[in-house]
């Protein structure tokens, strides 16, 4: 046997992605954010959506991302474009994952089979994002199960692949595919759009009341303020000034004979 060299396993916290039911809330961007990553349950491993256009489901604008096909990956012992190795999860089946009709995988895979027509419209796996919440209300998963045999158990010419990375190179047969979909309904959508006005409300109210009360404590500081400077001081000085003085005066223009007088009385 051929020995083959041993990658340490995925580390699937640090992999990042999400699932693809909620993403990251307000992307009403221009342009919208170029991608997704999102890890796969059944391909047990992170996947790429990139954003393809704008789509409209029953009245709400919603960004559309395509999944996009697994590079070749070592690491998961996939030597060919557009293929997922997970013989391990369905062994002893031979079982390898691929969109319908080898959709965007390598052109050898579909030259190895007849009848292989795959087409963006039926066979891509999709999301479609709100932009204002991040929920996915349009979707579809679309994956095709294959068997890959080993060169040995077919006598068979097929395609070459790279050699050189790891994975069997042999030729893989479509078993069947299927097409999980789901969408919003009329009603849903109706209902989501008055929950959203709902809550713009809401946040706008948020936003105003303590904006509207800061302007209000504002404009009455400035009044205070205006109306300190042109009051007019009502002290009593005059009032208070004007008895020591005229005390001090009696004093001063008192006759020194009078003083004289009392003392010879005295």
């Avoid at 479509?174 to 849903?188: F, H, L, N, R």
Wanted: hydrophobic fraction near 40%; charge should be neutral.
């Amino acid at each position: 046997a051929e020995y083959m060299g041993w990658s340490p396993p995925l580390n699937l916290e640090a992999s990042g992605g999400r699932e693809t039911q909620r993403f990251s809330p307000l992307r009403e961007t221009d342009p919208p954010p170029s991608k997704e990553l999102v890890f796969s349950a059944d391909l047990l491993r992170p996947v790429t959506f990139v954003y393809d256009s704008e789509v409209a489901v029953h009245g709400l604008d919603l960004q559309r991302y395509g999944l996009r096909a697994l590079p070749p990956d070592p690491q998961f012992f996939s030597a060919r474009a557009g293929l997922a190795n997970t013989s391990a999860v369905y062994a002893p089946l031979p079982i390898w994952l691929s969109g319908p009709h080898f959709y965007e995988a390598d052109a050898a895979l579909r030259a190895d089979v007849q009848g292989m027509a795959p087409d963006k419209a039926r066979h891509e796996a999709y999301v479609s994002i709100d932009p204002k919440s991040g929920y996915n209300l349009d979707g579809a998963k679309r994956l095709q199960y294959n068997l890959a045999f080993a060169k040995a158990t077919l006598n068979v010419t097929f395609a070459p692949c790279d050699a050189a990375a790891h994975g069997a190179c042999a030729p893989v047969w479509p078993w069947v595919w299927a097409s999980e979909e789901g969408t919003i309904t009329s009603k849903q959508a109706d209902d989501y759009k008055s929950l959203l006005r709902r809550a713009r409300t809401v946040q706008l109210v948020a936003l105003l009341v303590p904006l509207l009360l800061g302007l209000l404590l504002l404009a009455i500081g400035i009044v205070l303020i205006v109306t300190g400077r042109h009051k007019q001081p009502n002290f009593p000085v005059q009032a208070i000034q004007s008895e020591p003085a005229a005390a001090m005066t009696a004093v001063g223009n008192k006759d020194p004979t009078e003083s004289v007088r009392d003392k010879s009385q005295q």
